[in-house]
């Protein structure tokens, strides 16, 4: 068996695996990432298709009973593959709480704490508003509907420079003018001393025999504390690391943990639990017949506006999407309201609906802040399943949002679509299912082990040295896209330890702890 050592080890190169890696290489750490997925070559190895077979290589879901969780396997996670468009958590975000009252997120970090971050992100990532006159046709038609239901909307910001409007975003894009995690962060890490591993995946985090220094901020007295089992290209390796930060993503970085529960005898009950699925709700409706006639499929994924009209009043935000071919064929059953027919997979109403799908069928979304409804287990076999606690708290948000939706087309003179949701078999679900790649949580963030599984530096309690830095520890819903919270968080955690940590073996004068480390250094592992 193969044997690596090295200080860092990252595990997974999307949004927060890659700012770890590029801050902590830059501070002199020895910094290793492994990515289960394979490398990708920006931009070329994307191709413009919504082809299934090109979109699951990089592209997994975890279905369970009534949600479905969708993220991406391959060098740089999910940022080839996300819409570009780049969104700060609102303030309201930040003073969620659970049930009992207890603030969701740790003390000290709010949206003031944050902003500092967010630009860091956003300059980082190239993030500026969209111009009005590359505004895609969906988004047009987007505004003419809100205003049409008397609400307002914005342009959006976006991670692009130089885009040509290919259209194939979520596909990953081809003409390179998505701003992904590549060149911005990985390509620099490189630079500065990284090494990155592909197709290598990490099985089991254990912990070393032996003192696990907790407290200790020299690394030259910290020992090799946890070992991580792999398999790279077929071949069993063993990684001996000091630090060891998971960045695989909610789905990823819980699992490994539920899969390592034997060895981490420690790990508290909030490890795979308290996901949130970003309060997802779709709709859609047809266009009524003096809007203009415009195709759909062309310009950006993401329409470049979104409405900020119900977010005080309803905790959400809406927006529309491009409504894809893959998804009409694959994903539900349309039924137009009033329609006698039922247009399923075959048949003349299928393709009546299918005929207006392009240039009259407009989708409508919400995101909004729900508290954490999925959890995840660990089967006896290593395979993860997803269940959706489908409380009356959410049922009541949900109803209520689609029906917030379905009148927006209705005042607008639209036709309102209903979605029926199909499993892998292709039958209807017969309650509410979720389908998201917002999801957020399993390894929350929280001011103690009572409400989390990590501390606000993203360290697991109890276990020195072990971070959690993806959309894993965030800690509640957003109402937004999270790849900017997560990539910002991320940031913080990497500023944190470069701080924190040091090679000398005299510790050297450092800034003032912020209120955050200084409760950290004070407080027990």
Same mark, same amino acid.
């Given at each position: 068996?193969?044997?690596?050592?090295?200080?860092?080890?990252?595990?997974?190169? =999307?949004?927060?695996?890659? !700012?770890?890696?590029?801050?902590?290489?830059?501070?002199? *750490?020895?910094?290793?990432?492994?990515?289960?997925?394979?490398?990708?070559?920006?931009?070329?190895?994307?191709?413009?298709?919504?082809?299934?077979?090109?979109?699951? @290589?990089?592209?997994?879901?975890?279905?369970?009973?009534?949600?479905?969780?969708?993220?991406?396997?391959?060098?740089?996670?999910? #940022?080839?593959?996300?819409?570009?468009?780049?969104?700060?958590?609102?303030?309201?975000?930040?003073?969620?709480?659970?049930?009992?009252?207890?603030?969701?997120?740790?003390?000290?970090?709010?949206?003031?704490?944050?902003? !500092?971050?967010?630009?860091?992100?956003?300059?980082?990532?190239?993030?500026?508003?969209?111009? /009005?006159?590359?505004?895609?046709?969906?988004?047009?038609?987007?505004?003419?509907?809100? @205003?049409?239901?008397?609400?307002?909307?914005?342009?959006?910001?976006?991670?692009?420079?130089?885009?040509? =409007?290919?259209?194939?975003?979520?596909?990953?894009?081809?003409?390179?003018?998505?701003?992904?995690?590549?060149?911005?962060?990985?390509?620099?890490?490189?630079?500065?001393?990284?090494?990155?591993?592909?197709?290598?995946?990490?099985?089991?985090? $254990?912990?070393? %025999?032996?003192?696990?220094?907790?407290?200790? +901020?020299?690394?030259? +007295?910290?020992?090799?504390?946890?070992?991580?089992?792999?398999?790279?290209?077929?071949?069993?390796?063993?990684?001996?690391?000091?630090?060891?930060?998971?960045? =695989?993503?909610?789905?990823?970085?819980?699992?490994?943990?539920?899969?390592?529960?034997?060895?981490?005898?420690?790990?508290?009950?909030?490890?795979?639990?308290?996901?949130?699925?970003?309060?997802?709700?779709?709709?859609?409706?047809?266009?009524?017949?003096?809007?203009?006639?415009?195709?759909? *499929?062309?310009?950006?994924?993401?329409?470049?506006?979104?409405?900020?009209?119900?977010?005080?009043?309803?905790?959400?935000?809406?927006?529309?999407?491009?409504?894809?071919?893959?998804?009409?064929? %694959?994903?539900?059953?349309?039924?137009?309201?009033?329609?006698?027919?039922?247009?399923?997979?075959?048949?003349?109403?299928?393709?009546? $609906?299918?005929?207006?799908?392009?240039? @009259? !069928?407009?989708?409508?979304?919400?995101?909004?802040?729900?508290?954490?409804?999925?959890?995840?287990?660990?089967?006896?076999?290593?395979?993860?399943?997803?269940? *959706?606690?489908?409380?009356?708290?959410?049922?009541?948000?949900?109803?209520?949002?689609?029906?917030?939706?379905?009148?927006?087309?209705?005042?607008? =003179?639209?036709?309102?679509?209903?979605?029926?949701?199909?499993?892998?078999?292709?039958?209807?679900?017969?309650?509410?299912?979720?389908?998201?790649?917002?999801?957020?949580?399993?390894?929350?963030?929280?001011?103690?082990?009572?409400?989390?599984?990590?501390?606000?530096?993203?360290?697991?309690?109890?276990?020195?040295?072990?971070?959690?830095?993806?959309?894993?520890?965030?800690?509640?819903?957003?109402?937004?896209?999270?790849?900017?919270?997560?990539?910002?968080?991320?940031? +913080?955690?990497?500023?944190?330890?470069?701080?924190?940590?040091?090679?000398?073996?005299?510790?050297?004068?450092?800034?003032?702890?912020?209120?955050?480390?200084?409760?950290? #250094?004070?407080?027990? /592992?």
């Amino acid at each position: 068996m193969n044997t690596h050592t090295t200080d860092v080890l990252v595990i997974g190169s =999307g949004f927060g695996g890659a !700012a770890l890696a590029l801050r902590l290489a830059e501070a002199g *750490f020895r910094v290793l990432v492994i990515e289960k997925g394979p490398r990708i070559r920006v931009p070329g190895d994307f191709m413009q298709t919504q082809d299934p077979q090109y979109l699951l @290589r990089y592209i997994r879901s975890l279905r369970g009973d009534n949600v479905n969780l969708v993220y991406a396997e391959g060098l740089g996670g999910g #940022s080839g593959f996300y819409e570009m468009v780049s969104l700060r958590a609102p303030t309201i975000a930040f003073d969620q709480r659970t049930p009992e009252g207890v603030r969701l997120w740790p003390q000290g970090i709010d949206r003031e704490a944050m902003d !500092a971050y967010y630009e860091r992100a956003e300059s980082m990532m190239h993030v500026a508003q969209i111009p /009005a006159r590359e505004v895609p046709k969906s988004g047009l038609v987007f505004a003419l509907l809100m @205003r049409a239901a008397g609400c307002s909307v914005d342009r959006a910001p976006y991670a692009v420079r130089g885009c040509v =409007g290919h259209a194939y975003c979520v596909a990953g894009c081809t003409a390179g003018a998505k701003v992904t995690v590549h060149d911005t962060y990985l390509d620099p890490a490189l630079r500065a001393g990284a090494t990155i591993m592909t197709d290598t995946e990490a099985l089991a985090v $254990m912990p070393e %025999s032996g003192e696990q220094c907790a407290g200790e +901020r020299n690394l030259e +007295r910290i020992p090799f504390r946890y070992r991580v089992g792999c398999m790279s290209g077929g071949t069993a390796l063993d990684i001996r690391a000091k630090l060891v930060v998971l960045a =695989g993503g909610t789905v990823g970085s819980a699992g490994l943990l539920l899969r390592s529960r034997k060895w981490l005898t420690h790990l508290g009950p909030h490890v795979g639990r308290n996901i949130s699925v970003n309060g997802t709700v779709k709709s859609l409706g047809i266009l009524p017949g003096d809007f203009p006639d415009a195709d759909m *499929f062309t310009g950006r994924s993401h329409p470049g506006v979104i409405s900020y009209q119900y977010l005080a009043s309803r905790g959400i935000t809406i927006s529309t999407a491009k409504p894809l071919p893959v998804d009409a064929v %694959s994903y539900a059953n349309l039924v137009p309201e009033c329609e006698t027919r039922s247009p399923a997979t075959w048949g003349k109403a299928r393709v009546a $609906m299918m005929q207006l799908y392009r240039r @009259r !069928a407009l989708p409508i979304y919400a995101l909004g802040l729900t508290t954490p409804t999925v959890h995840l287990d660990a089967r006896r076999d290593g395979r993860l399943v997803p269940s *959706f606690r489908l409380d009356e708290g959410f049922r009541a948000y949900y109803r209520g949002t689609l029906d917030l939706l379905e009148s927006i087309y209705r005042r607008a =003179g639209a036709r309102v679509v209903h979605i029926r949701i199909l499993d892998g078999e292709g039958s209807e679900y017969p309650d509410i299912h979720v389908t998201t790649a917002h999801m957020t949580g399993s390894c929350r963030m929280a001011d103690s082990p009572r409400h989390g599984a990590v501390d606000a530096t993203g360290e697991l309690f109890a276990y020195p040295g072990l971070y959690v830095a993806d959309g894993a520890a965030i800690p509640s819903s957003l109402a937004v896209n999270p790849y900017l919270t997560i990539l910002a968080n991320a940031e +913080r955690i990497a500023e944190f330890m470069v701080r924190w940590y040091t090679h000398r073996e005299a510790i050297a004068p450092r800034l003032p702890l912020s209120a955050t480390e200084a409760s950290f #250094s004070s407080s027990p /592992a």
